[in-house]
Each structure stands twice: as C-alpha cells, then as structure tokens.
C-alpha cells in the first residue's frame, strides 16, 4: 500500500524535479535529503512584523506554527504574530502553514514547501507532515537557529527561494536507547528525542527494563522500584569484570522514571511527532525482577541486581508459573496507560532455557500444552502476552528470537541478529523492522579502536551505516512491503554517559535517517559528506557532542608486480580533505608532507596519517605498523579457503605488511569458520629464509579462538617439503582477554626455500562452557611475516 502511495504520487505531480538536482550550496543542506528540491531566485526574509499565519486543523496547526516562533525567539530574533490566516491576508509577506486533509496527493508524512520573495507556504495533510516540514525551514535557515537561550534582536532571517515536495520512503523511522544499562536522566532523553525529530525519525524505542535496572514506575508492584531499580556501584571497574552483590554492600546506582515523569516524556515526544514505543524485556534480561520478586523465578533466587554482565544469565522468568503472567499482565496494563504507542515490545531475546529444562513447573506446562520443547515453551509465553496485549487494541513487537518455536499471530519481528529473522518474519507475512547488528548497532566502534572510547565492539562506520538497504534482494515486492523499516540501537553496556550516547549516535543515526526518508536512488555518500559539513556546523552550535570518527585516514597497500614495491593508498571517508602524513614515526604536522597519490615504501615503518581540517590535524590518526618482509605482495595459494564473512583484503590479506589490530572487524583480519587454514606463499625464488611468524586473535566472546598449532614447512620446489615445524598454543580457550598472538618459528641457520606451507588447526567448535558450545568457531589471523 505504502509503494502504492508513492508511485500515484511521483506521477501526478508534473514537471517535478527528480533528485539529484541539490546544488553545491553552502546555504543549502539538508539532511534527510528531500524527494525533490527546486532552487529559485531571491529570498525571503523573516522581520519581526512577519507573521506565521496558520490554516486548517485549528489547534494542532497553531501549535506547530509556535513551535516554529519560538525557535526563532530563543535563538534570539524576535517573537513573531501566529494567528488564523483571512482573505485579507492575500498579499501580505507572510509564513503560512496550512494542514488540508483534501492534499491527497501527498502521503501522511509528507509536506510541500515553496518559499519565493513574497510568501513561505508550508502545505501538509496531516501534523506530522507539516512537522517534518518545520525541520527542513530550521536547516534553512541560518545556522544560527541552532543556538537557543539567546535575548532578543531584530536581525532578519532569510530563507532561499525554492520549491520542496518531500515525504519518507519507511513508515518506520527509529532510534532505541538503553536506559537500564545505565540510567539517563530525563533531561537527556528529551533532547534524544529532539535529535530524533530533527531528523525526521519518528519512533523512539525505550529499553526500560533489562539485569542492570528496572527504569519505570509501576505502581502495583513497588519493590520494583525500591530493589528492581538499583544495584552495587562499580563504575570503576570494566563492565565484564563487575563482581556480583555482596551482602551489605550499598546498592545505589540507578533510578527509574517515574509515572509523571513517562507522561511528561511522552508528551514531549508526541509534540514533535515522534512515538515512543517502550519495551519490557521478558522472559529473560530480568533478573532485577527476580531480585524484587524471587517467586517469579524457576528456582527461588535469591537474586540481585546485576551490576555489569553475566553471560549467560540463566535466570529467567519462570513459564510454569501463572502468577508471572499475572504479574506481566498487570504491569503492561500500567505501561499500555502511560504510552499510547500502538506497538508493545515485549523483547523476547537471549533467553537461556537451562532452568527451564530443570524446573518442574515449566515441564509441567510444556506436558500439558502438547509443547515440544523449551524453545515452544518460549513461544507459548509470547504467544500468551500477546493475546493480552492484542486484547488492549495494540500490537507486540519482539526482538527476532519470537520467531523461534513458532511466531506469535500479530507480531511484529524486530531483525537484530542480521536480517534473516525479517526475512523470514517478512516470508510468513509478518511485518518487520529491521536492525541488524552490523549496520544499527551504534553501540559498535565508529572508527579505530585505538582512538576511541571504548566501546562493546563492532566496527559500524557513519559510511557502512549510509550504505545500508533495508529491504533485503531476495524478497518480493508483496514481501518487502513487510520491511517498515529499521532502527539504530544505543545499548549502553559501555557508555556510562549522557554525551557519550550522543557521541555513539550522532551523526551514524543521521546516515539512518537518509536511509529511512530518502530515495533509494538519491542516495549519494559524497553528496551527504558535503551535506553534512552543513549539519557538523549546526550541532555543534547545539553543542551535541558528535564523534569525528568519520574524519580517520584509511591505509592500504599494493604489491606492484612490475616495479617489485609496496605503493600505500591513503584515503578517508571524507570529501576534499588533505590527509598529511610521516613514515618515520614522527608526529603529523602542517609541514609533512600532503598525500597526492599512492606512494612507495621499501622498509619497515609506522604509516601515520591525519585529516586536516581549516588548516588543523583532526585528533584521530591513524597509525599503522608496516612490516616490509619477504613475502610482502607475494602470491599465496589458500588450501583450503577463508570466510567469506572476514576475508580481510582477499588472497592478498596475509602479505600485505598491514597488521590487524584488537578489533576483529577492522578489515585487515581473515577468518576462518570451523576450518584450517592450511596454504602455500610463493617467494618466486628460492632465497635464504630465517623465521616466520603468523598472527592470531583471541576473542572468545566473539567466538574467536587461537589454533590448536600451528606448522610451517619449506620447499624448493613445491612438491617437497621439509623442516617441518610445529608451534603448540598453550593458552587456554576460555581466556577471556581479547589479545594477538604471534606463532613465530626461527628456521635453522642457511635455511632456504621458495615455497613455504603454513597450516593452522583450527579449535573447530566451541567447547562446552561457551555460549556457542558445539557450533562452529572461529580462527582469525592476519599477517604471515617472513625474514
Ligand atoms: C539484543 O541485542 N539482544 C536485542
Ligand atoms: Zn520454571
């Protein structure tokens, strides 16, 4: 229906300008880029007898209309007239919003803005639309509209001459925040929701529940709120190494909103058009339920509140016990009264059944329900709070571990772990959000771990997340009109602030944002590069604190066959920026020397680049190890072949001189999922050969683990091979530190060869203690140097 909409749309208005046509104007910078955007001549300029004339929808129109006159009061020009336009009015240089329902043409969300020298009309056929149009007139006009709390003056305000028609490709437009992880107050989550709205998002998903904290009020069951919503204080320590409760120890980090508080943050939202759709994770991450109310468990507890991660949390909420149910049922009616969202997440992922395979309770339900095992039991308990919830006139939402023992009859799949679970929701004839982990998550790192706060992991450049299509190839047009579209997620295992979720989020869900609203055929990177030096400016004047992960050089090299060197490409995800650099490990400066093309080297090093900015080094530099060996550029031949989720740079990957750094998605490590690397570098000709060394990566968390052995042997003529050798790992696999370990063999002196075969035994499967027991993992490695 939606595509419908659309397609009616683009054909009935004549003459309309197809994206692409945005010039290269610094006034002009929208983001999300509109539909279609005509520039004209002149101006129109803003005074303080302007008048905002509304038309239409009476009430909601004048609100919006002052919405808009305040922004320009509080960003210090004058206090402009709202009031009901009249036939009077005709020629009066004025700005005119009009709701009418009868603009069919336009979809709910869609506005039309035409501002010549005489006249702003902002047309719309609903509030939202109208909204949405309000936020392209703020990035309109001057930057300084950005800034607030500013006297008044009578300084003008222009507006450049054009024509907009604009609506939103998904109906589905999100951010989530994990407040449980750690608490935000409710300051922050009004000015998350003001980033959501300037963008044109319109869904705020609010974790509110989750083992760290319980976060709302609900006034039936208090203990929630006195034992729920707090735990030990270890701030101090790294989240993963957080020690549980102890007796007698205070327990007095957290908070919870309370019921006024919801209202209040809710109608804020609703103001700028955006829904919040709250979610109260079951049956699992709930453990600081167990700890208010242990009868809800399978075991009794007792419990406490966790303080950083325990995984895997066993403790769940019990699905043989109907006093849970009632308990749920009585604090989503509480929840469904405070938010009138039409969507209920009710989360339903990670759940581990090892209790419920043990408790009596639960058996006994999966016995008398005809189940036929725990993960059914898991659907049975979804399925269960759906029909209450569905009972109340709304929908469920759960993340896509719902679809597992069979999909509740309404729900709505939320894709995390990739997309196949919208996919597959998408396939049943289910609607689907999708959000998966390697484009949505904003929890990830955003640019070089080194230069970073940390961060869970991940690497989801502000570029990856721009390059992001949310209705994936393999569904039919019927089936991806399922997909309503995505979500960024903050989780906040590791960000303990306020303005370090700013950082995590701000400018990657902006990239979302064109993603979500725009086209899919306007999307241009360097187009939203150019556009978003415009955005850089106003944010920064709304002091959000903005990572410039994106400002990083990019390092990589080629084996040049013909000349026998090493040429370096520096690049960045910027536009137009010099990047300078030194090779001799001394810090950059304005006097090294600019980048212009790939260059050569020819010895051992650390490339170091940075962006330069109005003349100064962006504070993000990239510094890269190069190792200049005797396989650098030479051929390798792989036995048995790499992943192709982590192939690194290809069959070049392992003589290339770069090396990987600590985090296993930074492009430089190859992968290798559940089998051997077992392959052959040819040197070209036999040559002395004194050592070789492989690098591996240990991260069990992300099941990575290091070889069993590894073995190096020599050749002349590649059928032969001799000196073989082995390097035994004896670092244990559950080692929960996140290191690289070299295997480095020193050959016996005069040794030679041309040919050498490097094997590498893989672990295969993850042992039984690991989250991923019996599955496939993982063996990464990087560089294979040779002396
Ligand atoms: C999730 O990230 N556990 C939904
Ligand atoms: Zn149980």
Redesign the pocket.
């Known amino acids: 229906m939606r595509r419908y909409l659309i397609l009616c749309f683009v054909m009935l208005i004549p003459g309309m300008f197809q994206a692409g046509n945005i010039p290269d104007s610094n006034l002009i910078s929208i983001v999300p880029r509109p539909v279609t955007m005509k520039p004209a001549a002149g101006k129109f300029v803003i005074t303080r007898f302007t008048p905002i004339l509304v038309k239409g929808h009476g009430e909601e129109v004048t609100r919006i209309a002052r919405f808009f006159a305040d922004r320009i009061r509080f960003a210090g020009g004058p206090l402009l007239e709202v009031r009901e336009i009249t036939k009077a009015d005709k020629n009066l240089p004025a700005v005119v919003f009009a709701v009418q329902d009868e603009h069919s043409s336009l979809p709910d969300e869609g506005y039309e803005l035409k501002i010549n020298p005489k006249q702003v009309l902002l047309i719309a056929k609903t509030g939202a639309g109208l909204f949405h149009g309000v936020q392209t007139l703020f990035q309109l006009l001057p930057s300084e509209i950005s800034r607030h709390n500013l006297p008044m003056s009578f300084k003008e305000w222009e507006l450049p001459a054009l024509r907009i028609t604009d609506y939103p490709r998904y109906p589905y437009r999100g951010m989530h925040l994990d407040v449980s992880r750690h608490f935000f107050p409710k300051e922050f989550i009004k000015r998350y929701i003001d980033l959501i709205a300037m963008y044109k998002m319109n869904t705020f998903h609010w974790h509110l529940t989750d083992d760290n904290g319980w976060r709302i009020e609900i006034k039936k069951y208090p203990k929630l709120m006195q034992i729920g919503a707090w735990h030990v204080d270890h701030e101090e320590l790294p989240w993963k190494e957080r020690p549980s409760q102890q007796p007698g120890e205070k327990v007095n980090y957290g908070g919870y909103y309370s019921q006024d508080e919801i209202r209040e943050i809710v109608q804020y939202a609703a103001d700028r058009y955006v829904t919040i759709i709250p979610e109260i994770e079951m049956p699992a991450h709930s453990v600081e339920v167990l700890a208010a109310y242990p009868q809800f468990s399978c075991t009794g507890g007792p419990f406490t509140v966790a303080t950083g991660s325990y995984w895997p949390n066993i403790d769940i909420l019990c699905a043989g016990n109907d006093s849970v149910f009632t308990f749920m049922e009585d604090v989503l009616t509480e929840v469904m009264a405070l938010f009138p969202s039409k969507y209920i997440h009710v989360g339903g992922?990670?759940a581990d059944k090892t209790n419920w395979k043990k408790c009596p309770k639960c058996q006994e339900r999966i016995k008398t329900e005809g189940l036929k095992d725990e993960k059914e039991l898991q659907s049975y308990f979804i399925r269960r709070i759906e029909k209450f919830i569905a009972s109340k006139n709304r929908r469920m939402i759960g993340?896509d571990e719902i679809l597992e023992g069979g999909l509740a009859p309404e729900a709505t799949v939320m894709s995390?772990r990739g997309v196949e679970g919208g996919i597959a929701a998408a396939r049943q004839g289910h609607d689907a959000i999708m959000t998966p982990?390697a484009y949505c998550?904003f929890d990830h790192y955003q640019a070089d771990p080194a230069s970073e706060p940390k961060a869970i992991g991940g690497f989801t450049t502000l570029k990856k997340v721009y390059s992001f299509e949310p209705a994936p190839g393999e569904l039919t047009s019927t089936e991806a009109n399922h997909i309503l579209g995505a979500q960024g997620?903050v989780?906040t295992e590791y960000i303990p602030t306020p303005s370090q979720a700013e950082y995590m989020a701000v400018p990657r869900m902006i990239a979302l944002s064109e993603v979500l609203w725009s086209p899919k055929n306007a999307r241009n990177w360097h187009d939203f590069q150019h556009r978003m030096t415009g955005q850089y400016i106003r944010l920064k004047k709304m002091q959000v604190n903005y990572s410039t992960g994106s400002f990083k050089a990019e390092v990589s090299t080629k084996f040049d066959k013909k000349t026998n060197a090493v040429m370096v490409t520096l690049g960045s995800e910027q536009m137009d920026v010099p990047i300078r650099y030194t090779l001799d490990g001394n810090d950059i400066k304005s006097s090294s020397p600019e980048y212009a093309g790939p260059f050569e080297i020819k010895k051992n090093g650390v490339i170091k680049a940075g962006l330069f900015v109005d003349g100064q080094l962006k504070e993000k530099i990239t510094e890269m190890p190069f190792l200049y060996h005797l396989a650098i550029g030479k051929p390798v031949k792989y036995l048995k072949e790499f992943s192709d989720r982590y192939p690194g740079a290809g069959n070049t990957a392992l003589t290339d001189g770069l090396r990987g750094s600590i985090d296993h998605h930074d492009g430089l490590w190859q992968g290798f999922l559940g089998n051997d690397l077992d392959l052959i570098i040819d040197l070209g000709r036999e040559m002395p050969v004194n050592s070789v060394q492989a690098n591996f990566l240990q991260n069990q968390r992300s099941w990575i683990f290091l070889p069993v052995v590894v073995e190096y042997s020599l050749s002349s003529d590649g059928k032969k091979y001799h000196s073989f050798n082995e390097v035994s790992n004896n670092i244990p696999p559950k080692e929960e530190q996140v290191f690289i370990q070299p295997f480095n063999f020193q050959f016996m002196a005069n040794s030679k060869a041309r040919y050498i075969r490097v094997k590498a035994k893989n672990l295969g499967k993850c042992p039984s203690w690991h989250e991923g027991a019996g599955e496939p993992c993982w063996m990464f490695t990087d560089e294979i140097v040779v002396f």
Do not use: L, P, R
């Open positions: 992922d990670e993340w995390w982990g998550y997620n989780w």
